[in-house]
């Protein structure tokens, strides 16, 4: 029973994070909101510019919980650059924490406010964050032929006009590479051989509509692009089988010991521009993931495994860049919940936030 009652604590160690992080969405929502209310006459860069250190905030305190609070060790390999830059940032996509992953890179280079992703159509639908997403910049987009380029163009050059800092994230393999559903890995495998690419092992063939239209719309906005490879320390069983990476839920229960991080910065100037000739260039650079994965899981001196090949960094975050923002939030949150008038305030933002964002991105992309 005591065992029982143990490993039921232990399980129960997301619980804080995630009250925290869904509890703060309220506040966080209507100091936004008030802040896109006042500055409706103003020009667009002044909305841009607090929007951006408002996301800082919101975003700071959720890597509070993902670095400090799981304690995880953060191994950079590769050029990072210390300046912030108008970049697009590509990484194989494995599972919910990748998303954060950006944000840990993003926050060493102080462009925290400047993250905004290329997110699947259906994530539009969560509530208060889906609306949100859309309005800090965020692109949601369909699947293969349901694609929309000219509503993505569009948006991309909306912020381009504006000066909007550009952190645009993307995944191209479009869905999760999961070992557990090996269906999808194997329909990628075939469909790479029917057209004549290098089959993939570690990660899946990768689809080229969005990248290109990123890049092609922002070419002369961008200072390069971030080709990132994401491997999750311990997600491999007793046989030497690839399993599962971590969920957030897992990872804030602190059963990622490493997380490593290989960047490779790529001059606009090195990407060819049409598209069948990008789509070429980006399964390379997946084959180049694939060739680090295989490294980092298979490699056959044990030594070599759990790591990138070259030389890594260390890169623990400084708790004066999260909990600031942790106190803040909390803070206000609680206040808002200490009054009667606060408690109903705090139900009718998630009740009517999230039936307004609904309705927004039902006729709004």
Request: hydrophobic residues 40%; positive net charge.
């Amino acid at each position: 029973m005591l065992l029982s009652l143990v490993l039921h604590t232990y399980s129960m160690r997301y619980v804080l994070p995630a009250a925290v992080m869904m509890g703060t969405a309220p506040t966080y929502v209507l100091a936004w909101g008030a802040w896109r209310l006042l500055s409706a006459v103003l020009p667009a860069r002044f909305y841009r510019e607090v929007d951006d250190r408002l996301y800082t905030i919101y975003q700071s305190m959720v890597l509070f919980f993902f670095e400090n609070y799981t304690g995880v060790q953060v191994i950079i390999y590769g050029d990072l650059p210390k300046n912030k830059e108008n970049v697009i940032y590509l990484s194989n996509h494995q599972c919910t924490v990748d998303w954060i992953i950006a944000d840990m890179l993003a926050i060493r280079q102080n462009a925290l406010g400047h993250v905004r992703y290329v997110l699947k159509d259906g994530l539009k639908w969560l509530p208060l964050y889906g609306w949100y997403f859309s309005q800090h910049g965020g692109v949601y987009v369909k699947r293969s032929a349901k694609f929309n380029e000219k509503e993505m163009r569009e948006k991309l050059r909306a912020q381009t006009k504006t000066d909007t800092p550009m952190y645009l994230v993307i995944f191209p393999e479009g869905t999760r590479y999961n070992p557990e559903i090996p269906k999808v890995i194997a329909d990628s495998q075939s469909f790479a051989e029917k057209e004549g690419l290098a089959i993939l092992k570690h990660v899946l063939t990768p689809r080229v509509k969005a990248t290109h239209v990123a890049i092609d719309t922002m070419k002369d906005y961008l200072d390069a692009v971030y080709d990132v490879t994401v491997a999750y320390e311990g997600t491999v069983d007793h046989k030497g089988q690839r399993k599962l990476a971590p969920s957030m839920t897992e990872f804030l229960c602190k059963e990622c010991p490493r997380v490593h991080i290989f960047i490779d910065r790529i001059e606009l100037k090195d990407i060819p521009e049409e598209q069948i000739y990008m789509r070429r260039w980006l399964h390379e650079r997946f084959e180049i993931k694939d060739k680090l994965l295989i490294e980092f899981y298979d490699a056959k001196d044990s030594k070599r495994r759990n790591k990138f090949p070259g030389k890594s960094v260390h890169s623990k975050l400084s708790l004066k860049k999260t909990l600031p923002s942790l106190l803040f939030l909390g803070g206000l949150t609680a206040s808002m919940l200490l009054t009667e008038s606060g408690r109903k305030l705090y139900v009718k933002t998630w009740i009517y936030g999230t039936l307004i964002g609904c309705l927004w991105v039902s006729i709004k992309p």
